[in-house]
């Protein structure tokens, strides 16, 4: 068990540019997550797959981002147009949901990707 | 919806103490777990503690436990013998039963140990 792993893990962009992160999850790991964390502040949920199906998108999601899993192992975030507000860390979290297990819920963190969008 | 309040920015613990970082939330809903996540500086998080809400049982991670206390929405995370190691910015979040799994997080509170 290598943990989760995501790629890269600082980028540097200018404004206008599109930008893609991969996150790897733990193997076996049914669900994943992103969130993005500014500085000084908890993370916030962006969207969450269960296998290849993206089943939940919060409101901070705009357009200009977009997630995919296509075969329910690794993931892309993509920004598109960036903004100097979109710099932040992005986060990426699995977890293994199975029925009846508290244990299920608990969520793994990756070291996070940092973008500066100059 | 669902709040978490962390209202200590900073705290400060001589090696080998004890510390309790405070944690509240708001909810309406009678399913849900709470967490504590550990975030060392420019490391990742790691889950130090959960606590399903249907549990009486203050959950207990060897030198780290919590103070739940389900009616006035209060979950307390209290670090025994402090290591210098311990030192990071510590997260509460709330996760509920029903949902599909997003993590309601505070703003943190920065731990820092003295020697």
């Known amino acids: 068990d290598t943990g989760v792993s995501q790629d890269p893990r600082h980028k540097i962009t200018k404004r206008g540019q599109n930008v893609t992160f991969r996150c790897d999850p733990i193997?076996?790991?049914?669900?994943l997550y992103w969130y993005r964390q500014t500085l000084g502040q908890g993370p916030e949920f962006l969207t969450y797959f269960q296998n290849e199906a993206q089943l939940e998108k919060s409101r901070l999601l705009s357009d200009r981002f977009s997630a995919e899993r296509p075969k329910g192992s690794f993931s892309t975030l993509e920004i598109q147009r960036t903004e100097q507000g979109d710099s932040a860390m992005y986060l990426c979290?699995?977890?293994?949901?199975?029925?009846?297990?508290?244990?299920?819920?608990?969520?793994?963190f990756g070291p996070g990707t940092r973008l500066t969008v100059t | 919806a669902q709040t978490v309040t962390q209202s200590q920015p900073e705290m400060s613990v001589q090696e080998a103490e004890t510390v309790t970082l405070s944690c509240t939330y708001d909810t309406s809903e009678s399913d849900y777990y709470l967490f504590w996540y550990k975030q060392p500086p420019s490391r990742q998080m790691i889950l130090v503690i959960r606590q399903e809400a249907y549990k009486q049982q203050n959950a207990t991670e060897n030198r780290f436990s919590v103070n739940f206390q389900k009616a006035a929405k209060s979950f307390s995370l209290k670090i025994s013998d402090s290591q210098l190691g311990d030192a990071a910015m510590y997260f509460c979040a709330y996760l509920s039963g029903g949902s599909q799994g997003n993590l309601i997080f505070g703003k943190g509170t920065k731990l820092s140990v003295k020697p």
């Open positions: 979290a699995s977890s293994l949901r199975a029925l009846g297990s508290p244990s299920s819920y608990e969520q793994y």
């Open positions: 193997s076996e790991h049914n669900r």
